[in-house]
């Protein structure tokens, strides 16, 4: 359980951390990408508002981050002025320029046109270093995430260590005194039984008497029931390993299922039941068999008078599932998420039962341990578990 909660806590904040950190390498990239395009349109619309304002012949370059080249052309696309540049050469520029005429100027162009009453202005910047410089920058962001990453989840994984340990100390304490309490309690519990049934057998007692003495045994065994639950969940949670061999499923079912015959026989029930043979399985024996006492002693518990309860043990393809069944819908959709809870019990079970409430608990613990998974399906005339090992 606390290596669950540890496990827990360091996932959910690599998590946390590895979206903070992505959404912020994702912001400085996007914002860098944004503010570059912004300034290349800028200074391509400055250079252009400059060169129609000027009086001077022939095209005309502005000193700028962005060095941004205009070509003259004719009606007939004809250069008719080009800039000076050392950047491009004759053969270049006519060669971007056709491009540019067919719709295929490079990627790295930032392009604008537009006529004119002489013919028509082609303008453009030379993205390249921005692309280059993006480039580099989102390779060093990149690294220095995935660095920060890295750092903040081993951070998190000492961090878990030290935030869960008081956490496991109280736990841990809590255990002790549930385990401790539980052994205390039994020795006076066992005396009060005792003692009770001693006194019921001197024949001087009256009626009320022994009214009242059963109105105790009755209590003591209740109490006792659940001092004994208390002490199997506490025992559950220490466990830390579960041992697992390979066992007979099917006998080991049915050993346990047979035992609830005579049980039934008293409460006038009828126990029916469906096992396939040689179903063998890897995991704990003696967990399988406190896990389906818990379900059969709960179905036999919660069913009508006279009532059926049906346990089948199948093979599929996911793995064996065992079905424990019992008349009377004692439970609504809304409770199933409550059933597993300690101590909890509906109305209508604190009126027709006297459990302690911790059954339920304990199986959830069990399947925890064990990996398997449980299923609840209830309606109006049936309740039924269903286990997957």
């Excluded at 309490?181 to 006194?199: N, R």
């Excluded at 506490?234 to 609830?260: A, C, H, M, R, W």
């Excluded at 006297?354 to 309740?383: F, M, P």
Aim: aromatic share 8%.
């Amino acid at each position: 359980m606390i290596k669950k909660t540890r496990l827990k806590f360091f996932w959910v904040i690599s998590a946390i951390t590895v979206l903070m950190i992505a959404l912020l390498c994702s912001a400085i990239l996007i914002s860098s990408k944004i503010h570059n395009s912004i300034e290349a349109r800028v200074s391509l619309e400055k250079t252009i508002n400059a060169f129609e304002g000027s009086t001077e012949e022939g095209p005309k370059i502005l000193l700028q981050r962005y060095q941004t080249y205009i070509i003259l052309l004719d009606y007939n696309d004809n250069i008719i002025k080009r800039p000076i540049s050392s950047y491009y050469t004759e053969y270049e520029v006519d060669t971007l320029v056709a491009q540019i005429l067919n719709n295929d100027a490079p990627k790295y162009l930032l392009v604008t046109q537009k006529d004119l009453a002489a013919g028509k202005l082609i303008a453009w910047v030379n993205l390249s270093i921005d692309i280059d410089n993006f480039n580099s920058l989102t390779l060093i962001v990149l690294l220095i995430g995935i660095g920060s990453i890295l750092m903040t989840i081993m951070g998190a994984w000492f961090l878990s260590f030290w935030i869960i340990k008081p956490i496991a100390t109280g736990l841990e304490q809590q255990q002790r005194f549930i385990s401790e309490a539980s052994h205390e309690m039994k020795t006076p519990l066992t005396i009060i039984t005792t003692g009770v049934e001693l006194i019921q057998k001197q024949q001087r007692n009256t009626t009320d008497t022994n009214k009242w003495l059963d109105s105790i045994k009755t209590q003591t065994k209740k109490m006792t029931a659940m001092v004994a639950d208390l002490f199997t969940l506490s025992g559950l949670n220490e466990k830390s390993q579960v041992i697992k061999t390979e066992f007979d499923l099917s006998q080991e079912v049915l050993k346990t299922v047979l035992t609830f015959e005579s049980i039934a026989y008293e409460q006038s029930k009828d126990l029916v039941f469906d096992i396939d043979e040689n179903i063998t399985y890897k995991g704990n024996p003696n967990a399988v068999a406190q896990a389906l006492t818990i379900l059969c002693d709960n179905a036999l518990k919660h069913s009508d008078k006279e009532a059926v309860v049906e346990v089948s043990l199948k093979s599929h393809a996911q793995g064996a599932i065992l079905n424990v069944s019992n008349a009377g819908g004692y439970i609504t959709e809304a409770e199933i998420p409550l059933l597993f809870e300690r101590f909890y019990r509906n109305s209508e079970s604190r009126t027709k039962t006297h459990g302690s409430g911790l059954g339920l608990a304990i199986l959830k613990t069990l399947v925890e341990q064990n990996g398997w998974k449980i299923d609840v399906e209830v309606n109006s005339k049936k309740t039924t578990f269903s286990l997957t090992f």
